[in-house]
């Protein structure tokens, strides 16, 4: 259905190169490119072939493929954060950067209303003399940004306690947490001239707008902080849910799921880049065994190990056998966890695997490695109570066995009370975002107020 107002838009996209965000920014152009509008889409190259599948409005959405520029240091050929380890990041931004007068050109040659980006830094300055808007769009909650982003030099005492006015008590770090954080923030970009943190916050301070994929009844006090703080929109494209997939369930996973009872299978999958240590690799589906329930685990093999078969615990293939599988390469995640025979999803916090989550019947356990995942995981398991997290050491983050078995047991036991709790918050807020209206309403004010800022 075209938007109901007649101007149609043109918006570039320019999300950092790294899945979660251009998947991010793919799902969120096809709901704009369902109202009618215009989308150009800046991808690397080679990684063009794995997101045209998911790209519902070919004649609409035109994929504007980029040579990542080569940078010394960074391996050949290398195009997303998931082809070169943490430590590198930083030059893969660099490589970004110097994509700047290809990104220039194109936006002086075509004159788009918007440019949509993430860590170009530099984009506010480029589109401002010739007229065009830019939006910070986050591909993290509004909860994130207002607890992590600020100004200034940060310690980690300070990432210990919320900023001032920050909306909710609920939301805290432990000591590892806020080490760890603090690490990234803190981390020196290539240039040498400014840390991470200050990139994203210049991102944010220069922009004309700032977006979410959220919803203002689940975060709607963050977005508020934000707006006084940065003194600008806080514009959201409300919950921007998956699409339905087109394909089907591969055989294999459908034959061995429909040998279980509904509401039996334990779902483990924690994306497309983390990694565990081997120690906790294995205390996972240590874990995961203990519980009793079948499980089907999907992750990437454990630092230092090249197959994920290597890395199984002592005895575990032979105990497990017949109600177990590990997979240690990429897995149909939303089907599998619309199969009937899965009933808990245990994730590491990303927001599109929680988003995936949250419109499922999947009972949810939340297990956060890095950056975003752990106010993700406070979010759900804290403020609107739709899962349990499995703790963890405060000064060593690290989670045993038995502490992934009993978050388990939580959700999955029908007479914990704890359970009956997340179960009817998770039953509450499917039903709200699955509603009539909601994603096409927020949409649409999305765009009205996109056009607002062209006045």
Same mark, same amino acid.
């Given at each position: 259905m075209a938007d109901n107002n007649n101007t149609t838009l043109t918006?570039?996209?320019y999300p950092w190169f790294a899945m979660g965000h251009l998947t991010a920014y793919l799902h969120l152009s096809n709901k704009i490119a369902q109202k009618g509008h215009t989308i150009y889409f800046f991808i690397p190259k080679k990684t063009q072939s794995k997101l045209e599948q998911f790209n519902l409005h070919p004649n609409l959405i035109k994929f &504007?493929?980029?040579?990542?520029?080569?940078?010394? /240091?960074l391996p050949p050929d290398s195009e997303t954060s998931s082809d070169v380890p943490f430590p590198l990041h930083p030059l893969l931004r !660099?490589?970004?950067d110097l994509t700047r007068p290809t990104i220039a050109d194109f936006l002086q040659e075509i004159k788009p209303h918007f440019v949509f980006f993430d860590f170009c830094h530099w984009m506010p300055s480029v589109t401002r003399p010739w007229g065009i808007k830019s939006m910070h769009l986050f591909v993290i909650s509004p909860a994130t940004a207002a607890y992590v982003f600020r100004e200034g030099t940060v310690n980690d005492? +300070?990432? !210990? &306690?919320a900023p001032a006015g920050f909306p909710s008590s609920r939301i805290k770090l432990r000591t590892h947490e806020a080490?760890?954080?603090n690490f990234v923030a803190n981390c020196k970009e290539s240039d040498g001239k400014m840390t991470f943190m200050q990139r994203i916050v210049t991102s944010t301070v220069e922009c004309d707008a700032i977006g979410f994929k959220a919803c203002k009844e689940m975060e709607g006090s963050y977005c508020q902080f934000l707006e006084?703080?940065?003194k600008k929109p806080v514009i959201l494209a409300g919950p921007v849910l998956p699409e339905s997939p087109t394909s089907s369930l591969d055989e294999k996973w459908r034959n061995w799921l429909d040998l279980f009872k509904a509401n039996t299978v334990i779902f483990c999958a924690f994306g497309s880049e983390c990694k565990l240590q081997k120690e906790q690799f294995q205390e996972l589906l240590l874990g995961l065994e203990l519980t009793g329930f079948p499980f089907l685990v999907a992750l990437k093999p454990p630092v230092g190990v090249l197959v994920i078969e290597e890395a199984l615990p002592e005895g575990f293939v032979e105990r497990t056998k017949g109600r177990c599988v590990v997979e240690g390469g990429w897995v149909q995640q939303q089907l599998i966890l /619309?199969?009937?025979s899965v009933g808990c999803f245990v994730t590491h916090c990303g927001s599109g695997s929680l988003s995936e989550a949250l419109v499922s019947e999947c009972q949810i356990v939340l297990l956060p490695n890095i950056g975003d995942q752990v106010i993700n995981a406070r979010l759900m398991g804290e403020e609107l109570r739709v899962g349990v997290e499995v703790e963890k050491g405060d000064e +060593? /983050? !690290?989670?045993t066995m038995n502490g992934v078995c009993e978050a388990i047991k939580m959700v999955m036991d029908e007479g914990s009370e704890i359970g009956k709790e997340v179960r009817a918050n998770h039953t509450k807020w499917r039903e709200f975002l699955l509603s009539d209206g909601v994603e096409s309403c927020y949409m649409d004010d999305f765009l009205h107020q996109l056009r607002g800022l062209l006045h």
């Open positions: 918006i570039v996209m &504007k493929p980029i040579i990542v520029p080569k940078i010394e /240091g !660099l490589a970004m005492a +300070d990432l !210990l &306690k080490r760890g954080l006084n703080k940065f /619309g199969h009937p +060593d /983050g !690290l989670f």
